[in-house]
């Protein structure tokens, strides 16, 4: 799987839109960009994932440049409840056969009043 | 839609005993997959099934580490002879056939 690289960190004033930036120049042209997040101490909630078209649903819009070497995943509007690290990593999809899922250590979004 | 689910949710043990976990994925996933997660840290792989058959182990699941998935729907994972080092978050994911993997909420193991 393809290594991937965020910011460590990033803030955002609630009700603004929160952009996370994600690098993955070596992804495979089978591979799919998936971001998840994790509120503390809680199990990773997966949140939208794509090919190579932007995608959007209830939770975010995201976004992946034509070479496919980077994506920005937005918040609408955040919230205070949006506040947890969010996860980029790059995996190969359905039927295939696609096994781990290879995390870094994502980027720590802390949404301010 | 249930979502996965994992029992027990934290456990204590001294340092040196047997502890297992159990998963139950979602209902119509063929995919169960088994991850740990230290403080600071992204999860880490351990290993996955497809349907009852193991298809991969990390170099991480040592062999005080084993993981069964019997049937084909739950799985468990034991860890033997725990040490200080294994206290972490143990993450269970289900997804269909590579699709998305979806996350349980963790078991919290603290080795004492």
């Known amino acids: 799987d393809a290594k991937t690289t965020q910011p460590t960190s990033m803030d955002c004033a609630e009700g603004r839109a929160a952009n996370l930036p994600c690098n993955h120049s070596?992804?495979?042209?089978?591979?799919?960009v998936y971001w998840y997040r994790q509120i503390h101490s809680q199990g990773p909630q997966y949140i939208i994932h794509?090919?190579?078209n932007n995608e959007t649903n209830e939770m975010a819009s995201l976004i992946i440049t034509e070479d496919r070497k980077s994506s920005t995943l937005i918040l609408p509007h955040a919230t205070l409840r949006d506040t947890a690290v969010y996860y980029c990593?790059?995996?190969?999809?359905?039927?295939?056969?696609?096994?781990?899922?290879?995390f870094g250590d994502g980027t720590t979004l802390t949404v301010k009043p | 839609d249930t979502g996965v689910s994992q029992n027990p949710r934290h456990k204590i043990t001294k340092r040196g005993q047997n502890v297992t976990f159990r998963c139950d994925p979602i209902?119509?996933?063929?995919?169960l997959y088994w991850y740990r997660q230290t403080l600071g840290q992204g999860p880490e792989f351990l290993t996955y099934?497809?349907?009852?058959?193991?298809?991969?182990k990390s170099r991480l699941l040592s062999d005080r580490f084993s993981a069964e998935r019997p049937k084909g729907s739950f799985s468990t994972l034991e860890i033997q002879r725990t040490e200080q080092g294994d206290s972490a978050m143990y993450l269970c994911?289900?997804?269909?056939?590579?699709?998305?993997?979806?996350f349980g909420p963790g078991t919290r193991l603290l080795v004492l």
């Open positions: 994911a289900s997804s269909s056939s590579g699709g998305t993997q979806y």
């Open positions: 070596t992804i495979s042209g089978n591979e799919y």
């Open positions: 794509g090919l190579k």
């Open positions: 990593i790059v995996r190969a999809g359905y039927n295939t056969n696609a096994g781990k899922s290879t």
């Open positions: 209902s119509e996933h063929n995919r």
């Open positions: 099934f497809q349907n009852e058959a193991q298809l991969e």
